[in-house]
Nanobody, 122 residues
Framework: QVQLAESGGGLVQAGGSLRLSCAAS????????MGWFRQAPVKEREFVAA???????YYADSVKGRFTISRDNAKTTVYLQMDILKPEDTAIYYC????????????????WGQGTQVTVSS
């Protein structure tokens, strides 16, 4: 069982930056691949970025070069550094964990946080 709690969301102007954090409970954090997803109003939840147990990273094309995912296993925390934010990045951002193979499909993830709102003004 893993419990996840996101923080760091807020309101920022276009071109600005935010850093999201996802704190995980439990001593098995290192066994999970971790992902960030987002969901805008009336849109399906979409993959943003993921980091494997070994630290390999993967990004959606829409955020590649602007967002950076990382994990600190000692602190059982995963981060999403978001730079050069755009209004289209506005969404609720969710942290998720999957114990099996890393995937970009939100339905495959086992555990979810409650989400944190990110709003980018133009």
């Amino acid at each position: 069982q893993v419990q996840l709690a996101e923080s760091g969301g807020g309101l920022v102007q276009a071109g600005g930056s935010l850093r999201l954090s996802c704190a995980a409970s439990g001593r098995t954090f290192g066994n999970y691949n971790m992902g960030w997803f987002r969901q805008a109003p009336v849109k399906e939840r979409e993959f943003v970025a993921a980091v494997s147990r070994s630290g390999n990273t993967y990004y959606a094309d829409s955020v590649k070069g602007r967002f950076t995912i990382s994990r600190d296993n000692a602190k059982t925390t995963v981060y999403l550094q978001m730079d050069i934010l755009k209004p289209e990045d506005t969404a609720i951002y969710y942290c998720a964990a999957v114990g099996r193979i890393l995937t970009r499909q939100y339905r495959d993830y086992d555990y979810w946080g409650q989400g944190t709102q990110v709003t980018v003004s133009s």
